[in-house]
């Protein structure tokens, strides 16, 4: 799946120029394309959408922080946290005793985690922009590590993964959520079907390149935590509905489905026309799942545990 746009050097510039709290450390060379893009429009998107992407993930976040189970005064890293969301709710759960690093490359989103950790007054929270696959974090000897989606974007999964590891304390927990394959994810396929035939044929995406499904195959992630030095790796799955709108609106889910997810990926580049066309094409596919509980379809994952 294509994902790469704006070119390299802007990230850097961005990760190195903004945030002054961030220590002197050196982003991943192959992770340059993902920090890039998750510093252009994708990131802005995803600040702007922040609400409604929290929305439509709520039943699978709740799902993943039972089983990463944060105890108060427990010291907690967020991996890709994006919006911060979940440092909300991990912050919330370890309590003033405990603390909460949220660690993401995208300044839009990181801006938009700060804000909102700053509104809920929990100051054990705090949000660190850096690549996690190498950047110096802010504080280490974590009891658990967790992320909602932030994990698949790596080049070099196992070296991240083993400099993630050193970040905890010896026998901490990690709880990730990433997605499985994406014929088993309705609310991606469903919008992608509509919009096919507007847009040009894709070739055969890499199933292992940095990207929404780079763990799709279960195998390959307790292969990668293995080589990382990750014990008692668990790959669980779990399925939960994806609540894009609400009830009768069709309009919000059809922009929703066409702003965020794989759809949003492939209609990157497309003109306005295309955009329209795809999105009266996603529209008509979603009638078929409007509920008196709202617009959703079924969201599959893997919930993925180890200890360090
Ligand atoms: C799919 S989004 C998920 C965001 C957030 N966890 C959520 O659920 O709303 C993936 C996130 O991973 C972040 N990310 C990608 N590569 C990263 C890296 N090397 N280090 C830290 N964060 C990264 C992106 O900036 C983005 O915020």
Not at 1 to 16: D, E, F, L, T
Not at 137 to 154: E, K
Request: net charge neutral.
């Amino acid at each position: 799946m294509p994902v790469a746009r704006a070119p390299a050097p802007r990230a850097r510039q961005a990760i190195g120029q903004k945030d002054h709290r961030m220590p002197a450390s050196e982003p991943v060379e192959g992770n340059a394309a993902q920090i890039a893009y998750w510093n252009d429009r994708a990131g802005e998107t995803w600040a702007e959408l922040q609400a409604r992407i929290d929305a439509n993930f709520s039943a699978l976040t709740a799902l993943a922080l039972e089983a990463a189970a944060p105890q108060a005064g427990e010291r907690v890293i967020d991996i890709g946290c994006g919006c911060g969301a979940t440092v909300l709710d991990l912050a919330r759960r370890v309590g003033p005793t405990g603390s909460v690093l949220g660690v993401d490359v995208s300044e839009p989103m990181a801006a938009r985690a700060r804000a909102r950790i700053a509104a809920a007054g929990l100051a054990q929270a705090q949000v660190q922009v850096a690549d996690a696959a190498a950047g110096a974090f802010d504080w280490t000897g974590a009891d658990l590590m967790f992320s909602r989606f932030g994990v698949m974007f790596f080049a070099e999964p196992a070296a991240a993964f083993a400099h993630l590891r050193r970040q905890m304390r010896p026998g901490g927990r990690l709880l990730f959520a990433c997605w499985r394959p994406l014929a088993e994810n309705p609310w991606f396929t469903v919008p992608l079907e509509a919009g096919r035939p507007f847009l040009p044929p894709q070739p055969p995406a890499d199933p292992t390149a940095p990207g929404p499904f780079a763990f799709a195959d279960p195998e390959r992630v307790r292969q990668v935590l293995a080589t990382a030095g990750w014990r008692e790796i668990g790959v669980s799955p779990r399925e939960a509905p994806m609540r894009m709108a609400d009830a009768d609106d069709l309009d919000g889910a059809a922009a929703f489905a066409t702003r965020v997810g794989a759809l949003a990926r492939l209609l990157a580049d497309s003109e306005p026309e295309t955009h329209r066309a795809v999105k009266r094409a996603v529209r008509e596919a979603l009638r078929a799942h409007d509920g008196p509980d709202g617009i959703a379809l079924t969201g599959s994952v893997w919930l993925v545990s180890a200890r360090a």
